[in-house]
């Protein structure tokens, strides 16, 4: 479900490649700012969701339809949010436009490209993910070590991305 999610966004990214909106935010780097910060701070909030995870024993998503809109949500906001991933789309689709040819067309066509080809690598790690998650499940301490590693990645991707501009 985060694989759909993911691909929601990547799909909002080609689309603001396609108006220009990505040009627009590489041309003025204030608001090329406010998405950063919006991302580091969405990547703060998730790296301190996880650390809190746990801490309410037998608190869980109450349906699989609602953990499954929860993981979309996820998805969209982690990769919308993330201002490298909408400059990608600006700085990469473009080199593959002529403007001797119908624009929304090649942009249809480089658009399904990326994000179909994205959805299926999405989607293959998070089986990957998912196989690992289960073998490992048993264990508490690696329950335990596991959280802490991820939420201090997460902290740290949202310290990079505040300081580190572009």
Known sequence: MAA????????????????GLAALLHTHPVLFDVVRWFGAAYLLFLAWKML?????????????????????RSGVMTNLLNPKALMFCALLLPQFISTENDLTAQYLTLGIILVGLGFAFDVLYALAASRLAKRFSGSGAIQKVTKLLFSTVFGFAAIRLAIGGN
């Open 52 to 72: 809190r995870a746990g801490e309410t024993e037998g608190v869980k998503e109450a349906n699989v339809t609602g953990s499954g809109l929860v993981a979309v």
């Open 4 to 19: 759909i999610g993911l691909a929601i966004s990547r799909t909002v990214h080609v689309t603001l490649s396609a108006l």
